[in-house]
């Protein structure tokens, strides 16, 4: 009997509803079913995959925070910090903007490599001020992130892959942003859903019809027991 390959999920985008908002509860069983080890990698906030790994009642390997943070089930690895970060956020507040998320900002609250900021704030003088401070803001598609240039999710990836033994040629991996291009650089197999932006599209083995978790159970269903 054929085995089920490694998984790498991303959760905005991709385990989410069609609508864009709430996980799609759909994605409960076939993960916590899954006959192999699971990585959800995100650019949330480190408290988040966690949470969902519990909740779904599987073991605790995550990237978050866009490769920031890194948990074995055993060890959290630091790749950033985020005193630079948050000087950049205190620097686009001097300028007269802010976050976006109002005064309690739990978006933000539990980061711990990284800061996010809404959408609907502008993108040109928040990336002026992080590239003064030596950063990097990426578009997720769901917020502005303000990272470290060397912290990606494919590196926080491999290093679960030895920690934990997983054989990422084997892994299969589902996402669709930019945060997830190296992810699909670091597996064997790599799909992006329908709902994905272009640099996602393009680093894919192969880009999905359906969006959100649709596209991402249509991949489950189709790996199931091919490794």
């Known amino acids: 009997m054929t085995a089920d390959p490694p998984l790498v999920l991303d959760i905005d985008g991709t385990l989410t509803r069609p609508e864009g908002w709430g996980i799609d509860p759909r994605v409960f069983d076939p993960i916590r079913n899954w006959e192999a080890p699971v990585v959800i990698a995100t650019g949330k906030a480190f408290p988040y995959p966690v949470a969902l790994c519990h909740f779904m009642a599987v073991p605790e390997l995550v990237v978050a925070e866009n490769g920031g943070v ?41 980061r711990e490599t990284e800061i996010a900021v809404n959408l609907e704030q502008p993108v040109g003088p928040l990336r002026e001020i992080a590239a003064k401070h030596g950063l990097e803001v990426i578009d997720t598609g ?15 990836l491999e290093t679960i892959a030895d920690r934990v033994g997983i054989d990422l040629g084997a892994a299969v991996a589902v996402g669709d942003s930019v945060n997830d291009v190296s992810t699909f650089r670091a597996v064997g197999r790599s799909f992006a859903v329908a709902n994905a932006d272009e640099t996602a599209k393009a680093a894919a083995d192969e880009v999905l019809e359906e969006v959100h978790a649709d596209g991402t159970l249509a991949v489950l269903e ?3 027991g091919s490794a």
């Open 142 to 156: 769901y917020a502005y992130h303000v990272k470290d240039t060397n912290s990606n999710k494919g590196d926080g």
């Open 70 to 110: 890194v948990y074995t089930g055993d060890d959290v690895f630091f790749t950033a910090d985020r005193e630079a970060a948050q000087a950049v956020l205190e620097d686009y507040r001097a300028a007269g903007y802010s976050s976006g998320w109002g005064p309690e900002n739990t978006v933000n609250r539990w």
């Open 222 to 224: 189709r790996v199931r």
